[in-house]
Every structure is written in C-alpha cells, then in structure tokens.
C-alpha cells in the first residue's frame, strides 16, 4: 500500500453530489441566523434598538451584547460574540436575528435601529504606534499588542565579516483564504442543554475549549461534529463570533440555528492574512557564504487578535534558519489597528518570509556574480545539524531539490536558445532575455523550509488513533485528525492497510464527532501525515499484534512467524510451505478476530495509538527550541515572460521539487504540491483583498483574482524521498510548502527577464510596468 497512487476515498462521493458539507446540514425546526455588523470602522455604540425587529412575523429570537456570557474570548482575550459600548472594525458584531428563513432574517437586521457615536479611526500600524494614537483597546493603554526579538550570533561581526551588505523594504498584502465553500456553523441544544455544533472547523476539541469558554458552558456538555469540508487552508483555526452567536440564538430560540455566510460576508468576517511591511539587510562573502540576516516586520494584526499575530514565529524560522547564516537578528511588532482581523492562512507566515528572504538571496548572488543555484548550494541546509536556533534536522533533501529544479532550468534555456531568435539580451547577466522586443523571458528560483512533523505550538502536538478489527474482518480507523479536503483519510488507511495486510477500500476511516473520535489537537503545521500518521501506525500495530497473538495460538506457531497479507495472517516464508495442509497455514481476518471474540473470556480487537512528538515550545524569552519533530525542504524553478509594453508577467513554467521524507501516495503528495503551487500563483501575481480605511473593496471572485485552471502554467512536480527517521514509513508533512516559494521564484524571474526587483506583492502588471518605467528613468 505505501507508495502507491491511490485515489481519495471519498472522491466519488464528493464527485457524484452524495456528500453532505455544512450547508447541506437540515435539522428539524432549523432557523436561520443572520448577523448584523457595524456600519463605522470605530465608534462608541449609544443605543441598539431591536422593537421593530422582534415585531416581525417569522422571527424567533434576536440577540445583543446584553445576552453576552460575561468572559471575553480569543487568543488576546479580547473578544466578545456581539460588540456593547464600542465597535471596532466593520466587521463587528452589533446583533443578530433567528428567524424561519434567511429573507425573513435580512428583513429584520434591516429595522434594527443602532445609534453610534463615530470615534477617530486608525488605519496604518505605524500610525497606530505614535504617541497619543486613539486606542483600540483602551484598557490594554497601547496599540502594540506583541513582539517579537530574536538573535544568534553577533549582527556587527556579521558584517565586518561581509564583502556585500544589501538591503531592501518590502510590503506585502492581505490576502483571503479564497476557499470554495463559506463558512457555516449549526448549532442545536438538547433537553439537557447539552450543545451539539456542526463546523467548518479545523480544531474541533479546541473549539470544544474556546466554546465553552466563551458561552460560559462546560466542556463537556458541548459536542462538534465537524462537516465534510470542501478546503480551509487555515480559515478554520481559531473560534470566531459567528460561532457563539449561532449558539446564543439557538438557545434563546429554543431552536436549532443555523448561520452561513454570503461569499461577501466570508471577505467581511472571516480572517485575512496579515499584511506586513518588512525591512531587510542581509551580508555574504565573496566566497558565496552567507554571513548576516537582519529583519525587522510591522504586521496589522486588525481590531482583534487572531492567530495573525502569531506567523511571526515562522517568520522568524524562515529567517533563522532557511540556509546555515552565523548572525541573525529578527524583530517584529503585532499592532492593533481599525482594519479587518488577520489569521492563519495556509504557510502561516512562511509564504511571506520566503518572499523577502528568497528574492534578497538572488540578489547576494547577483551582486557577488555567483550562479544563484550554486550560491543556494554553498548555504544549503544539510541532514543530522541543529540549527542556531535549535532546529534539529533529521532529513534533508534540500540540495537535492534544488539540483532538480536546476536540471530542469537547463531544459528550459536551451529550449529557448533554440527556439527564440527574437532573443538579446535585457539584463546583463541573463543570456534568455530578450533586447528592442517587448516580451521578455526569465529564470528564477527559490527554497524552502518548512515544519514536516507538526509545530508545538500548544502544550500537546498529540493525536489519538484507534484500529478495530471486527468479527467480519472489516476495519474501521477512528482518527483524532481532521480531513479538509488534503486527502489525510486516505494516506491514514494506507498506513493501517499496509501493516494488516488489507485493501485500502477495505478501511472505513471515522473522523469527524469529537464524542466519538479520541483527542487532537487539529489540522495545521503540515502536520496530520507525520502525527497522525504515526497514532494509525501505533495502533494498527497494536491490532495486528492482537491478531497475531490468537493465529499463533490456531496455528501452532510463534506470533513471530506470522505476517499479514492479502486479508489474511499466515505463516511467513519456507516454514509456511512446509506446512502439510494449505487451510492450515493461513486464517482470514474474519476468522481470528471471531476466534478471539466468541470463546470464554473473549475480546474483541481494539487496538489504540497515541503519538505526541519529541518537540518543546520555544522559549518564550529566547524563541529557541525544536518546535517540530522534521522538517520539510523544497525549491522551486518558475520560468516566465513578461510584457515589456503592459507589464503582464504570464508564468510559462513551474517545476515544484519537494522533500517528503517518504511518499506514502505519491498522487496525494503532487495534489498538496500543485495546490499550493496555484495559491502561491496568487499570491505572486494577482491575489490581494484591498481594504481602505477598514473597507474590503472587493469582497467577490470578480474582484479578487484567484488563480483558475485557465490560469496556470505547466506546472511538474518532482518528489525527492528522504526516508525520514521518526516519520511513519519515512513520510513528512507537505501541505504547506507548495506555495512557500513560488512568489520569490517567480520575482527572481521577473528580474532574469526584465532587471528589475519586485518588493512588493502581487506583481501586477501596474505594479511591473511602474518598476520598468523607474528603472528607464520614466
């Protein structure tokens, strides 16, 4: 089973309209939520009005800060389900209505009547970081919410020790998570008041927690069952208002309620990634060797905090720790301001560090007149090191995949040598481009590293994982993991499979109802492979043991002699062969697992895992320390054509090569590639949410430009296999590293192309052709 391409389970039921996700979720007496949010940016709240609302048929409950449990929730501890004496961003919460239909509802928030008192607003982080700035957040007395310091080495021998320092100011965009299906939540209390809440969530047992925390309840009389999730990409990782909001209607109406948002509600409320405004100065000596890195960010995190405001933890790795550098120093600043929240976003961070790290690499290599592949080679990282920052490197396939990556370059150039004879030369150091025609073709590379088993991020980094065989030989895994649509339930039972020695179709993975499923701490960090992976290991393992104990005992033989395979347990090898009769040296999973069950003292086979990595939180005053069990590596080569005349850059080509330890299904591993090989498109190229003063100004798919199948270039992808030590069967996390370095690869083509240094993203055609025309002194 390991290592074969194997379809997703659940792909024909997906396929054929069969499966059930959020919003196809129908309860009987169902009512629709529906909530209102500020109409000022900032604003003291006077007066909410609700008599005219409640007076309309059809509505069952409505709700204001008055029905507000008395704690404040989130990761800042500065949140509440509907906002009382101030709102502090558009996207605040003032009240909501439960009615029979949604029309109904809209109907309703439409005659609540709020009266504001509109308070200075604040836009910009560095504003918000002045003296006497109006405050978001009175009682906390500043905008700054954290910060970040971070050093190894010494910065001034760093570069003393430099033959070339550069440095450059980046700024980087809010992007939207731009997954198909909008959030939805369900929520229905029983005769008990016990709550029952169907989720587009990643973190179901941690919603568990934040829920009961911001309803007031016990953990345990809250249950979440989470809803086939179409994809996520970090959208789901923390709780949000709208979540305690559809239980507090729920409970007041005696109802279940059910709230899902409009595509525009979804720009509106859901998280962003944070935008970042990044300066960097980095040294290196002439003999290629990287000497300093010095960054400092400034994050928006908006009005509340999420986990935006955490991702400067990668960040930081990616600055730390990307290459083998002696001198680091990484600072940042999380500030609260009147724009939109900011959250985790597929990356977490590292698509954005890569960007300003990757592209300042190219330009070290430039100035010291060095092949940039080979520069990357000289700092690679390499196995069994522990990096300054206490990252212990198990495998390390980083060299190879940039020696794939660049054997493919090698392809593309002479292909265009040959076939371009409307090639000159643009930039001096580049024999592709192309001089007095208006296309311009391009190389450009870039690396990455990124957590492949899992980031400590809380206390545990565990998951639970059970493996019953039944009295029919059938086999369920009941995982703690999530499934949002990277195909986890798949490669979980090819791992099962692989140890009982069964079909994957035979292996009915249960993953989805936190009063079923044992504990986990939820789906990030490229992670569910690697830890979860490894429980279903455990536990298979300890079912097979099971089985194997009770065919010893039928067949005579040691448990040591047996193997599992085709369905059933035999006897392995010469000595099973030997044996007189054919029926004797072999029994069925049904068989075993009956004879074990109905006999005197009986059991059945329940084998149990439990996997928590060998990690630790960093340190919180040095942010030092092992955060996750591996590492994953990757490099990219991105090959493109830029118009010279409109600023159009249009990519050609992408070759992703990835480090995966071991691919335990290779058609899964290239589906996580390409998939964050296309957000990565976008991020490079054309997605950006615009939000002025707190305003999204293009909350659709019309406005926002996300990368389509039309879109993309030839896309390859190359899986170089490590064999990680701790992974189950060698395997590492992947999710996320597809789209890290894209957006670096494809700037560093640009700049192959054309001569110029993209710093700030997407590169947009106006954005390109502004860059031109300053380099043409225009």
């Known amino acids: 089973m390991i290592g074969q391409r194997i379809p997703k389970l659940d792909a024909p039921d997906k396929a054929t309209g069969r499966t059930t996700y959020g919003h196809d979720v129908k309860l009987p007496g169902m009512l629709h939520g529906r909530i209102l949010y500020s109409r000022y940016p900032h604003a003291r709240v006077l007066k909410v009005d609700v008599s005219r609302a409640a007076q309309l048929p059809g509505v069952k409950a409505i709700i204001t800060a008055a029905d507000n449990p008395p704690t404040k929730f989130g990761y800042g501890k500065d949140n509440t389900p509907l906002k009382g004496d101030a709102v502090r961003s558009l996207r605040d919460e003032v009240a909501a209505v439960a009615a029979v239909d949604a029309d109904t509802a809209e109907e309703a928030l439409r005659l609540i009547e709020v009266e504001y008192e509109p308070l200075p607003p604040i836009f910009e982080a560095e504003e918000a970081l002045k003296e006497g700035a109006p405050l978001i957040h009175a009682e906390r007395g500043s905008n700054l919410f954290n910060s970040y310091r971070y050093s190894h080495g010494d910065l001034e021998s760093g570069e003393r020790e430099s033959d070339v320092v550069l440095e450059t100011d980046y700024e980087l965009p809010y992007v939207a998570h731009g997954a198909m299906e909008t959030s939805v939540v369900v929520a229905s209390f029983d005769h008990r008041g016990h709550l029952t809440l169907y989720s587009t969530t ?116 990616t600055t730390a720790s990307l290459y083998r550098v002696p001198h680091v120093r990484f600072s940042a600043d999380c500030v609260y301001t009147n724009n939109p929240i900011t959250g985790a976003v597929r990356g977490y961070g590292n698509p954005q560090s890569t960007f300003f790290i990757e592209t300042m690499m190219d330009r070290l ?29 198990t495998s ?14 090698d392809v593309s150039s002479k292909q265009l040598a040959v076939g371009s004879e409307q090639s000159a030369i643009s930039n001096p150091k580049s024999t592709r481009s192309v001089k007095n025609q208006k296309l311009k073709r391009g190389i450009g ?46 490669v979980l039972a090819q791992i099962v499979a692989e140890v009982l020695g069964v079909k994957v179709e035979d292996i009915n993975v249960l993953n989805s109802d936190t009063d079923v499923k044992p504990w986990d701490v939820g789906v990030h960090a490229s992670r569910t492979t690697f830890i979860a992976g490894n429980a279903a290991h455990i536990a298979a393992l300890d079912a097979r043991r099971q089985l194997f104990e009770t065919a010893a005992e039928m067949l005579k033989v040691g448990p040591e002699q047996l193997v599992a395979r085709d369905g059933k347990i035999m006897v392995a090898g010469e000595q099973g062969s030997n044996l007189q009769s054919p029926i004797s040296n072999s029994l069925s999973l049904a068989k075993v697992a009956r004879a074990r069950h109905f006999r005197e003292g009986g059991q059945v086979i329940v084998g149990e895992g439990w996997y928590d990595p060998p990690t630790k939180l960093v340190d919180k005053d040095t942010y030092k320390g092992n955060i996750s069990a591996t590492y994953g590596f990757g490099a990219q080569m991105a090959e493109v054509e830029v118009d010279t005349e409109t600023g159009k850059v249009r990519v050609l080509r992408l070759v992703c090569a990835n480090d995966v330890g071991r691919a335990i299904n290779p058609m899964a591993v290239e589906g996580q590639i390409e998939g964050g090989a296309q ?91 502004r860059a031109l025309d300053e380099r043409n002194g225009q």
């Open 202 to 317: 990643q973190i179901p047992f941690l919603l568990q927690r934040d829920l009961a925390e911001a309803l007031g309840l016990e953990g345990s009389d809250i249950r979440i069952i989470q809803t086939a999730i179409g994809g996520a990409f970090g959208r789901g990782l923390d709780i949000y208002p709208f979540e305690p909001i559809a239980a507090l209607l729920a409970r007041k109406a005696g109802k279940p309620v059910r709230i899902s948002f409009s595509r525009h509600e979804e720009f509106l409320a859901a998280p962003l990634r944070q935008p970042a405004k990044v300066h960097v100065r980095a040294g290196a000596k002439r003999n290629g060797l990287v000497t300093v890195r010095d960054v400092y960010a400034l994050l928006d995190i908006g009005a509340y905090v999420s986990w935006g405001s955490v991702t400067p933890l990668v960040m930081m790795e």
């Open 396 to 409: 390390c396939g980083m060299k190879q995949c940039l020696e794939a990556v660049a054997a493919r370059a």
């Open 679 to 769: 957000m990565g498109l976008g991020y490079a190229l054309t997605e950006e949410v615009i939000v002025k003063e707190g305003r999204v100004l293009n909350p659709d798919f019309l406005d926002y430009r996300l990368f389509t199948s039309a879109d993309m270039p030839e896309l390859e992808s190359i899986i170089i296999e490590t064999d990680d030590p701790q992974g189950p069967f060698g395997a590492k996390g992947v999710g996320e590293m597809g789209g890290t370095p894209t957006a670096a690869a494809i700037a560093n083509a640009i700049y192959d192309a054309v001569g110029i240094r993209m710093t700030q993203a997407p590169m947009t055609p106006e954005r390109v052709l």
């Open 445 to 490: 590379f870039a690396t990455t590293l990124n957590v492949g088993g899992g980031a400590r991020i809380y206390r545990s980094d565990g998951c639970g994982a059970t493996v019953k065989v039944d009295d029919f030989g059938h086999v369920s895994l009941i995982t703690g993991s999530t499934e949002i649509g990277q195909g986890s339930e798949t």
């Open 365 to 393: 290599a430039v100035a010291l007149n060095l092949d940039p592949i080979e520069f990357r080679v000289r700092n690679a990282n390499i196995p069994n090191e522990e990096t300054p920052q206490g990252l212990k490197i």
